[in-house]
């Protein structure tokens, strides 16, 4: 009889564990919410932040299979503007943000801007106050500045490029002062266009200019105020020049939407930003 008991206590109990799943362990339990995470996630803005999201996306996805993550460039304005109308559910943005820009924001790495020339012009260093020449026009050959006997050919950002916002603000100067020979989108236009023109200067994306050195890109960063344009030098925090890479969302984010950014903050992907030559954040 008591073993009658006995076995019939371990049967309700049996019943009752299917019924309420409560005896699953805590592990297992973890392990069933995370994988339940589906949906598509849009992010537009930087194309400086875009190259760097989308390695995350793939690996998100790879823990996710039911997650597909869309990214999109267009530069930061577009990435604020996207989320605050609800085009885009997190927006990449490669600066702080302003004041009136009442958006969410979590940095994911770090970044500077550097100055880069083709790697065959011989000028080895500018200063700044013959950056500030060069691009209101007051410079207009290499010659005069130690160089060849060339016109130079200046590069300028387009509107809404949040490069160009804090390249106006560091040398103090307005963008309708600039004498632009050509004026370009992404970083990648940046580089491209100095690696077909030795007489052409622009200003990159450190990481972004580093990824292309390392890949044989003819190209060179020249230090600002005498401090070599390096992610290492962006890091401890002594080049002029830096911004956070920011995902921005319109409220505090929820379900996928935090979850990725969690994800995009954490020191999982900390191999990637440093593989695209960008400096890791900790938490």
């Known amino acids: 009889m008591?073993?009658?008991?006995?076995?019939?206590?371990?049967?309700?109990?049996?019943?009752?564990?299917l019924g309420l799943k409560s005896c699953t362990q805590p592990s297992q339990i973890a392990t069933e919410s995370t994988n339940q995470l589906q949906g598509k996630l849009i992010l537009t803005g930087s194309s400086t932040?875009?190259?760097?999201?989308?390695?995350?996306?793939?690996?998100?996805?790879?823990?996710h299979?039911?997650?597909?993550?869309?990214?999109?460039?267009?530069?930061?304005?577009?990435?604020?503007?996207?989320?605050?109308?609800?085009?885009?559910?997190?927006?990449?943005?490669?600066r702080s943000l302003k004041a009136e820009e009442d958006l969410q924001s979590f940095a994911i790495a770090r970044d500077g801007i550097g100055i880069i020339l083709h790697k065959d012009n011989p000028v080895k260093s500018l200063s700044n106050q013959q950056v500030l020449a060069i691009y209101n026009g007051k410079i207009d050959n290499w010659q005069q500045i130690n160089g060849n006997n060339t016109?130079?050919?200046?590069?300028?950002?387009?509107?809404?490029?949040?490069?160009l916002e804090l390249f106006l603000n560091y040398l103090q100067i307005q963008n309708s002062d600039i004498k632009a020979s050509v004026v370009i989108g992404d970083n990648q236009q940046g580089i491209k266009t100095v690696a077909g023109n030795p007489n052409a200067i622009s200003y990159v994306s450190i990481g972004t200019a580093e990824f292309s050195l390392n890949s044989g890109i003819p190209?060179?960063?020249?230090?600002?105020?005498?401090?070599?344009?390096?992610?290492?030098?962006?890091?401890?925090?002594?080049?002029?020049l830096s911004r956070p890479l920011n995902l921005v969302t319109k409220t505090q984010p929820?379900?996928?939407?935090?979850?990725?950014?969690?994800?995009?903050?954490?020191?999982?992907?900390?191999d990637i930003v440093q593989k695209q030559e960008f400096v890791p954040i900790s938490k």
Do not use: W, Y
């Open 2 to 17: 008591k073993q009658l008991k006995t076995l019939a206590f371990i049967a309700v109990n049996f019943i009752i564990c």
């Open 49 to 63: 932040v875009a190259p760097l999201a989308a390695e995350m996306g793939k690996r998100f996805e790879s823990k």
């Open 65 to 94: 299979p039911d997650v597909r993550v869309d990214v999109q460039t267009g530069g930061s304005s577009r990435g604020i503007a996207d989320v605050r109308t609800g085009v885009a559910d997190v927006g990449m943005v490669s």
């Open 151 to 163: 016109p130079i050919t200046v590069v300028n950002k387009a509107e809404g490029r949040s490069t």
């Open 219 to 240: 190209i060179k960063l020249l230090p600002l105020n005498e401090i070599a344009a390096t992610t290492e030098n962006v890091q401890n925090q002594t080049f002029p």
């Open 254 to 270: 929820e379900g996928l939407k935090q979850a990725f950014i969690e994800f995009a903050q954490s020191p999982q992907v900390h």
